[in-house]
């Protein structure tokens, strides 16, 4: 058997070098051994290199002139440095870009393209945690407009939200997809003023939100014999990140899983035990599957995922860990997400890949007054904070690298005002009733919703105060600090018991004179016998989604298009505005039970029995914030148009 390389020993296998004087010509590339073929593969060498220097085109050709005629310039001025003839360079080429774009056009097809291009590379970018953009003191929450719109139906309970549909649901089993209108813009200037009609009333601009469809219980599905749908109390919904895809959970032990367009239930699920109180769809397809993500909690401790595609729908995996019910549950990333247990006050982040699970206590310090029993609601900031809201109204800041949160604001919706000492007790006698009820203290009103805006340091929280109220994460991501309510007009007249100074720390940029407490013992006792105002949302707060109003890339009309024959119409479109778009589900009872109905003791009239519906909220930025975003987006969309063509 003869020896070969893989069969002597190692310190035999190096390899000769063979000496270069008698290695064969053939090695090196393009040269023969003999002259004849050396002389072949000169000529091919030649012929291909023709090719390819007559098929360049003209840009290259114009960029070459202009780097010659620049090398030409640059000889002639001696003290030019080599950084000046690059820019130099440069300003003559986006100079011959601008002259042949307003002799032939450009492509808008190819514009919105790129754009689009870029609009998805930034979602992937905030949902991965890359991307954190301080916006929130930019935005004017107080001055936001608001819409209520409801069906009837009883308390909503949840709310889904995907631009420009919204899907609520409620108590009596019923699932309704509604269509949000567009902000009005008064600003610019009317179809009629466009075309000169000016004797035409102008068209009244839709405010409320248009139902488009809505199922209720128990639905024929073609092909099945089977009816399939809720038995009982809906209790949340989703709506997953391509759009096509809805699903809700109830009491009744279901997970459904609904066609977004017909509101058709496609699968439903029975792998629950208890109530499904919590549903979250991962922001983007899972590289390890190919469908998309969906996380859901229950009333039976555990977490189930699912993987939700055009193919089939499938039950993937069960997560357990807590110890008492699952009342929220939110997606963190790609097979990621934290929950938390309602009583066991924990919140747990869940690594389905490695199979492993983060547990951070919630648990208060004796010294607090008011102590921690239910974690309630959560709500993500990518890619490793999330935010919490309690019983107690305590409203906490965690890192996923350290087990207590890093700030916590007590009681962020207040207190409740006390009820009447003849409510209190039930002794006739004024003054034995009073007697009787001197140690009753005033309870804090617990946080019922809670939601976040990806890749933003926005959070909004909600309660049955009457306000959905604002908050801002520091850049360092190690504070919270309060923005006022949403709608409220002026935020330091109707958040009273954000005003003490133990409680909050507001940032450097607030009126210290206007939120400064010199004595707070003094100004609790006021609040206890002040009656606060009417509050604008008359009801619990059972649901918060937002997300980001952008402009729509289709309209250019900030972009002047030589050379098109509807330029001025161009001109006159313009693009939706920026801000944020809210909306919040409201009932008059507590999305999980009838334990907590609303009931407003601080002010009298009709409105204090509550409503069920929901409202949203217009922001828009500050006229200085909205003054720059728009020259921001101006000059980015003529880079595009520069770059792009």
């Known amino acids: 058997m003869s020896s070969s390389f893989f069969t002597v020993p190692a310190s035999q296998r190096k390899r000769k ?19 004849d073929a050396g002389e072949t593969s000169t000529r091919r060498r030649r012929e291909r290199d023709e090719s390819i220097s007559g098929s360049e085109s003209e840009d290259v050709d114009n960029i070459a002139e202009a780097v010659s005629e620049d090398e030409s310039l640059s000889e002639s001025d001696e003290g030019e440095t ?29 514009l919105d393209r790129d754009l689009i291009a870029e609009r998805l590379k930034e979602d992937v970018d905030e949902a991965k945690g890359r991307v954190f953009r301080q916006i929130a003191s930019q935005l004017d929450f107080a001055g936001a407009s608001h819409t209520f719109f409801r069906a009837d139906t009883l308390s909503t309970t949840s709310i889904a939200v995907h631009p420009p549909y919204v899907y609520t649901v409620s108590k009596d089993r019923t699932l309704i997809k509604w269509e949000l209108a567009r902000p009005s813009q008064p600003d610019h200037p009317t179809t009629n003023d466009i075309n000169g009609d000016s004797k035409r009333p102008p068209r009244p601009v839709r405010k409320k939100p248009k139902n488009l469809k809505f199922v209720k219980g128990l639905q024929k599905v073609p092909g099945s014999r089977d009816r399939q749908g809720h038995t009982g109390n809906i209790l949340t919904v989703a709506v997953s990140p391509s759009g096509k895809y809805v699903a809700t959970g109830g009491a009744d032990k279901k997970l459904i899983i609904w066609d977004a367009e017909t509101l058709t239930p496609m699968k439903t699920f029975i792998h629950h035990r208890d109530a499904v109180s919590g549903l979250s769809f991962t ?18 401790r555990t977490i189930k995922t699912w993987s939700l595609s055009s193919g089939g729908h499938a039950y993937v995996e069960t997560l357990f860990g807590h110890q008492d019910n699952v009342t929220s549950v939110a997606s963190m990333m790609t097979d990621q997400c934290v929950s938390v247990g309602a009583r066991d006050r924990t919140a747990r982040l869940w690594k389905v890949i490695d199979e ?38 305590a409203l906490s800041l965690w890192s996923i690298h350290k087990k207590k949160p890093i700030y916590t604001i007590p009681l962020a919706h207040g207190l409740d005002p006390l009820p009447p000492p003849e409510e209190l007790s039930s002794e006739t006698d004024p003054k034995t009733a009073a007697h009787n009820s001197r140690f009753v203290r005033r309870m804090p009103r617990w946080i019922t919703a809670l939601t976040t805006v990806p890749g933003t340091d926005i959070i909004l929280s909600g309660s049955w105060d009457g306000w959905i109220r604002a908050w801002r994460v520091s850049e360092d991501k190690k504070m919270i600090h309060p923005l006022g309510p949403v709608g409220g007009g002026s935020p330091t007249s109707l958040t009273p018991s954000l005003q003490l100074k133990q409680t909050l720390t507001f940032d450097a940029g607030a009126d210290s004179d ?52 509807s330029k001025d119409k161009t001109r006159s479109s313009s693009a939706e505005p920026r801000g944020l778009c809210i909306v919040a589900a409201l009932g008059k009872e507590h999305r999980f039970g009838r334990w907590k ?4 003791n601080h002010y009298d009239g009709p409105s204090s029995q509550g409503r069920n519906g929901a409202v949203v909220f217009e922001v828009s930025f500050t006229a200085d914030a909205a003054a720059a975003a728009t020259a921001g987006d101006s000059a980015k969309a003529s880079d595009a148009v520069a770059n792009g063509v």
Do not use: W
């Not at 950084?83 to 492509?107: H, P, Q, S, T």
């Not at 983060?358 to 607090?368: A, D, I």
């Not at 109905?597 to 407003?600: A, G, S, W």
């Open 17 to 35: 070098r063979e000496d270069r004087g008698a290695a064969p010509a053939s090695k090196k590339r393009g040269v023969a051994v003999n002259g």
């Open 82 to 110: 080599a950084a000046e003839r690059r820019l130099k360079l440069a300003e003559r080429y986006l100079e011959n870009i601008r002259e042949e774009v307003d002799e032939a056009g450009f492509d808008a097809a190819d």
């Open 283 to 300: 922001r983007h397809i899972s590289a390890n599957s190919s469908g998309e993500q969906l996380f859901s909690g229950s009333f039976d």
């Open 356 to 393: 492993t699970q983060l547990v951070f206590r919630g648990e208060s310090s004796k010294k607090e007054e008011y102590q921690t029993n239910n974690l309630d609601c959560v709500a993500t900031i990518p890619p490793t904070h999330f935010v919490t809201g309690s019983d107690s109204g």
């Open 514 to 565: 206007a939120m400064a407490v010199d004595n707070p013992e003094d100004l609790t006792a006021a609040n206890e016998t002040k009656r606060e105002p009417e509050p604008l949302l008359k009801g619990v707060v059972n649901d918060i989604v937002a997300f980001e109003r952008r402009p729509e890339t289709s309209k250019l009309g900030d972009i002047p298009q030589s050379g098109s024959k």
């Open 597 to 600: 109905c609303f009931r407003n």
